[in-house]
């Protein structure tokens, strides 16, 4: 059974940093791209970010580009995304999710609310 399980968000201030963790299981986590992907009230699902196996390749939405970094740790089977410079339009659910599209299989999400 594939798990995903988010974890790091919280409430931070305009500018501030976050640290967002996904641990997998139930599945081959070094041979599948991964993504993060977000939603905020009354928006649609947003693809932030994604990386492919063995984490040559990187996406990034305009949105946090230059802002966020993803990485992952096939040792741990975990997925990062490092958050920067966050804005208050930053705030939403966030949820990890297995491929390059984020068309697979998706955590439960952690919250990242930006505000002063």
């Known amino acids: 059974e594939v798990r995903l399980v988010e974890s790091g968000g919280g409430l931070v201030e305009p500018g501030g940093s976050l640290t967002l963790s996904c641990t997998a299981s139930?599945?081959?986590?070094?041979?599948?791209?991964m993504s993060w992907v977000r939603q905020a009230p009354g928006k649609e699902l947003e693809r932030v970010s994604s990386?492919?196996?063995?984490?040559?390749?990187?996406y990034y939405a305009a949105s946090v580009e230059g802002r966020f970094t993803i990485s992952r740790d096939d040792a741990k089977n975990t997925l990062y995304l490092q958050l920067n410079e966050l804005k208050t339009e930053d705030t939403a659910m966030y949820y990890c999710?297995?491929?390059?599209?984020?068309?697979?299989?998706r955590g439960q999400g952690t919250q990242v609310t930006v505000s002063s």
């Open positions: 999710a297995q491929r390059w599209s984020a068309s697979g299989s």
């Open positions: 139930g599945f081959s986590f070094s041979d599948v791209a």
């Open positions: 990386i492919n196996s063995g984490g040559s390749s990187t």
